[in-house]
């Protein structure tokens, strides 16, 4: 189980990192801002793709690995390919194998298409819930869960991604003829950011209804100790948030501290964020008792 969690745990980030770096670029930065930044987020979107692929031909071996209880089935073509044609989990990783690795091709060959490069990272990011416990149950309740789940993964990935780029803007703040534009970038980051955060909890909120039909307190199982760390990390997280939008960022103009509390605050949500996403990576893997 922990190979499987870690190999979880990157595949999350990667297909975050590239959903949430493109989606800002191609939303929210002007024309030259965008220019600007394109070389380090290219870079960080090309290393995502590739992880992302590896990572979800890792993920397959372990579950063939867990599937037959044996270790050498993890590379055992016959296993493997039983697993991908018989099971519910292997139809939907056809289809993931496909899209990661086309989304390989974009970032190394349409480095600059990033409305296909969201796409296709999008597609990826929100095809997770077609497995998991989102794939638990049949029928409507199944669509309106796997729904659910796909708004879960996106929002997680336009916020936790997109701090990436954020970071970026406050990096070239100082140089006057990108200050305008990474400013605006960032209000509409931040802007766009509440509605993006709201869906999150409320789709997480959803999500505790449907995985475990109960609220998960007291944490008396393994299952809700982790998913209330994650809830209280989340929790941070939105401190921060709402701290840098109405409280530093009004004085970016007046002076470089603020400008150093924006930095320290965001590269904290980053890491808060990463720490939740190590959480589920292994509680999803639970009983959700
Ligand atoms: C920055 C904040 C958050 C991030 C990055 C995040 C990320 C994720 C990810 C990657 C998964 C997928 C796990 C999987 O498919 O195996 C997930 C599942 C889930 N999240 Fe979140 N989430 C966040 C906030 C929240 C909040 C605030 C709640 C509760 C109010 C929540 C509740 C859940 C639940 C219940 C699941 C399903 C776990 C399962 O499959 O058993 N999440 N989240």
Redesign the pocket.
């Known amino acids: 189980m922990t190979a499987l969690a870690l190999c ?1 745990f990157a595949h ?1 980030m990667a297909t ?1 990192m590239a959903f949430g770096v493109s989606a800002y670029l191609w939303l929210y930065a002007p024309d030259m801002l965008r220019h600007a930044l394109s070389p380090p987020a290219r870079r960080l979107v090309a290393a995502s793709s590739l992880i992302a692929l590896l990572t979800a031909v890792v993920w397959l071996a372990l579950e063939a690995a867990s599937m037959a209880d044996d270790w050498s089935a993890a590379t055992d073509p016959g296993v493997v390919a039983a697993v991908l044609t018989d099971t519910s989990f292997g139809r939907a990783w056809i289809a993931r194998l496909g899209l990661a690795t086309a989304l390989v091709v974009a970032a190394f060959a349409r480095r600059d298409d990033w409305p296909m490069i969201v796409i296709l990272s999008a597609l990826l990011l929100a095809s ?2 077609l ?4 794939a638990m149950q049949a029928g409507v309740e199944g669509v309106l869960h796997r729904a659910n ?1 796909a708004v ?2 996106l929002t ?1 990935g336009a ?2 991604g997109g701090l990436v780029p954020f970071l970026f803007c406050l990096a070239v703040y100082a140089d006057y003829t990108l200050r305008r534009d990474a400013l605006t970038a960032m209000m509409s980051f931040s802007f766009f950011g509440q509605f993006v955060v709201a869906a ?2 409320l789709t ?2 959803v ?2 209804a449907l ?2 039909g109960h609220a998960p307190f007291p944490p008396a199982t393994p ?1 809700r100790e982790l ?1 209330d760390a ?2 209280v990390l ?2 941070g ?1 939105i401190v921060l948030a709402v701290f840098n939008r109405f409280v530093v960022a009004p004085r970016l103009a007046t002076g470089k501290r603020a400008l150093a509390v924006l930095r320290a605050t965001s590269l904290l949500e980053v890491g808060l ?1 990463t720490i ?2 190590a959480l ?2 292994v ?3 639970l009983d ?1 008792a």
Do not use: C, E, Q, T
Not at 131 to 134: D, E, I, K, L, P
């Open positions: 979880r999350f975050m997770l819930a497995v998991g416990h989102a789940h879960h993964l997680a916020w936790l999150l909890v997480g909120i999500n505790i995985v475990s299952y998913l994650k809830i989340a929790a997280m964020g939740v996403v589920v990576s509680f999803a893997l959700p």
